[in-house]
Every structure is written in C-alpha cells, then in structure tokens.
C-alpha cells in the first residue's frame, strides 16, 4: 500500500537551511504528482509547492519561491524539499503528499520545523 | 490568486444531525477542480471529496459534495461521533492552489 514518510525537521535558525525528505512506498515517484503541504501550530493548511510528473517541472506558492526548491531521487524513490533563507514564519508542520493530479490523496505523518533563534 | 472563505467557522452539532458545510471562492474554479479534506488533530488531513462532488475511495455515502462555478457544499447527512473534526476546502484549478481556512464541526 502507498506510504510517505517524511524526515528532516528539527529547529533552525533564522536564515538558516533545512532538506526535508519524503520517502515513498508502494508506488514509484516516475510519472506521479508529488506535493508538500504546510501547517502552523493551531492553524490552517497551506500549499507549498507541487512537482511534475517528469520531476523537473513544478509550482511553489509566492511566500517560498526564490527560497524552496523540490527535486526527487528515483533511485531512493524519495523527494526533497529544499528550504533556504528560513523565516520565523516558515515555521510548521510539513506534509509531503502523493497527487492524483494536483488532488493530494495519500500523506505522509508530517515533520515539524521550527525556525527560531 | 483564489481565496477560499468557508463558512460557518464552527458548527455546532449532536450526532445524527446534518451538517452543511460552504466554500465560496474568489473567482470560478475552472472545472470544479474543488476538494474537501477531513482533518483530526494529530492526523494529516484524509481526502473527502474531489472535483467538487465525486467521494473517494472508502468515504462513506453519507459524505456529499455539491456546487459549480465560485460556490460549493459539503454535507454529512447524519454525523457519526467520527465525524466531528475540522473540514477544508482545496481548489487545483489555477496555482497557487489555495485552501480554505477550515470550519470545525464540533459536539453540541
């Protein structure tokens, strides 16, 4: 069955870096939509970004772009979000989420980052 | 960019009863490309209802969505104690996709 896990939060100062990872299971990243998805402590859901089928293409929402980049690893069948120049606002619950189309349909548990100095 | 406004912000209900949830947006969602997810606290959201009325696979039929254009519903036609949890709408007509900012429907 499909599974996500995702790995790489931890606390990070401001202007800092930060590489989260997605693994998935039960299917190949070849050929499917993967999203990451955002949420602040108490607060909503915010979509961060989506990379394309041929893994190159993708979106990312205005308040992280020139900063978050999303790549994936076939071999390892896992996708990464970068996230460069973190701010205090940036800091969240992310989710990483296999995309039927652009619909997320299977999640991951979610990692928390925390940027604070 | 679409805004989504969900309304109510909270509903306050008894197991049984009908809960009508609305999602209005900015400007049209081409195709209905509009979404309902279920959130429980702790959990990551669960998909409800893609492209504004089709359930997903193992959502119970008494999950239904409706609307076309800038308006659409979610109801939960008799609510199961599982039920009670927060609701949002998702649009992945244009990016950015946006979400709504959530109604919680909660045990009168």
């Known amino acids: 069955q499909v599974q996500l896990v995702e790995s790489g939060g931890g606390v990070v100062q401001p202007g800092g870096s930060l590489r989260l990872s997605c693994e998935a299971s039960?299917?190949?990243?070849?050929?499917?939509?993967m999203l990451w998805v955002r949420q602040t402590p108490g607060k909503g859901l915010e979509w961060v970004g989506v990379?394309?089928?041929?893994?190159?293409?993708?979106f990312v929402a205005d308040s992280v772009r020139g900063r978050f980049t999303i790549s994936r690893d076939l071999s390892k069948n896992t996708v990464h979000l970068e996230m460069n120049s973190l701010r205090p606002e940036d800091t969240a619950v992310y989710y990483c989420?296999?995309?039927?189309?652009?619909?997320?349909?299977?999640w991951g548990q979610g990692t928390l980052v925390s940027v604070s100095s | 960019e679409i805004v989504l406004t969900q309304s109510p912000g909270t509903l306050s209900l008894s197991p049984g009863e009908r809960a009508t949830l609305s999602c209005r947006a900015s400007?049209?969602?081409?195709?209905?490309?509009l979404s309902w997810y279920q959130q429980k606290p702790g959990q990551a959201p669960r998909l409800l209802i893609h492209?504004?009325?089709n359930r997903a696979t193992g959502i119970p039929d008494r999950f239904s969505g409706s609307g076309s254009g800038t308006d659409f519903t979610l109801t939960i036609s008799r609510l199961e104690p599982e039920d009670f949890a927060v609701y949002y709408c998702?649009?992945?007509?244009?990016?950015?996709?946006?979400f709504g900012g959530g109604a919680r429907v909660e045990m009168k």
């Open positions: 989420a296999k995309g039927a189309g652009w619909v997320a349909l299977y």
């Open positions: 039960g299917f190949s990243l070849n050929n499917n939509f």
């Open positions: 990379l394309q089928t041929n893994g190159i293409d993708q």
């Open positions: 400007q049209t969602v081409t195709n209905d490309y």
């Open positions: 492209a504004a009325s």
């Open positions: 998702h649009q992945t007509a244009h990016p950015p996709l946006t």
